[in-house]
T-cell receptor
Framework: AQSVTQPDIHITVSEGASLELRCNYS??????LFWYVQSPGQGLQLLLK??????LVQGIKGFEAEFKRSQSSFNLRKPSVHWSDAAEYFC?????????????FGSGTQLTVLP | DGGITQSPKYLFRKEGQNVTLSCEQN?????MYWYRQDPGQGLRLIYY???????QKGDIAEGYSVSREKKESFPLTVTSAQKNPTAFYLC??????????????FGPGTRLTVL
């Protein structure tokens, strides 16, 4: 079965600093990978996704992620963090076929941004 | 505007009561999902449906029930059999097209509290 690990429960960065959130997945085939962001009390918003092709994918809000098959990783990056980026971030892997298609989510990384 | 709506935003339940959470989408998506979110545990799949009048159990279906009588609607009932229902509930939908496979779009959520 597929699984997703986000090793960092909580990360604190200063505004303007660079950011990298880690995500490792376990899945036997080529994965479909996603990053979502959630503000407090809100639903999840899709930041970006990887299906195939270029391993560096660009998303909304200036985020990007790189798929590294050899490391089973899909880390999220942003060169300069803004205070509005404070939120919880979830990595997910899509697996299954037909009626069994599902997303499996990591447990999330809470991002705090210091002024 | 196309999107997913969930109502109510906040819901309070007394012990022994059944309550129903509403989820409606006007995105013309075939698949719909219900997740439960508890602090520090990410999202756990309750039920999902990929076609009208058909649905499948997710990882934590016990104590919950759903129906899918219309493509745009996927209500979730939290029954009295669910012993610890206090949580944040998220509804999502997904198109079944090849370019969007596994991509899920989320509603704003319903916070259920047992009194």
């Amino acid at each position: 079965a597929q699984s997703v690990t986000q090793p960092d429960i909580h990360i604190t960065v200063s505004e303007g600093a660079s950011l990298e959130l880690r995500c490792n997945y376990s899945y036997g085939a080529t994965p479909y990978l996603f990053w979502y962001v959630q503000s407090p009390g809100q639903g999840l918003q899709l930041l970006l996704k990887y299906f195939s092709g270029d391993t560096l994918v660009q998303g909304i809000k200036g985020f990007e992620a790189e798929f590294k098959r050899s490391q089973s990783s899909f880390n999220l990056r942003k060169p300069s963090v803004h205070w509005s980026d404070a939120a919880e971030y979830f990595c997910a892997v899509g697996a299954g076929s037909g009626s069994a298609r599902q997303l499996t989510f990591g447990s999330g990384t809470q991002l705090t941004v210091l002024p | 505007d196309g999107g997913i709506t969930q109502s109510p935003k906040y819901l309070f339940r007394k012990e022994g009561q059944n309550v129903t959470l509403s989820c409606e989408q006007n995105l013309n998506h075939d698949a719909m999902y219900w997740y439960r979110q508890d602090p520090g545990q990410g999202l756990r799949l309750i039920y999902y449906s990929q076609i009208v009048n058909d649905f499948q159990k997710g990882d934590i279906a016990e104590g919950y029930s759903v129906s899918r009588e219309k493509k745009e609607s996927f209500p979730l009932t939290v029954t009295s059999a669910q012993k610890n229902p206090t949580a944040f509930y998220l509804c999502a939908s997904s198109p079944m097209t090849s370019g969007q496979v596994f991509t899920q779009y989320f509603g704003p959520g319903t916070r259920l509290t047992v009194l």
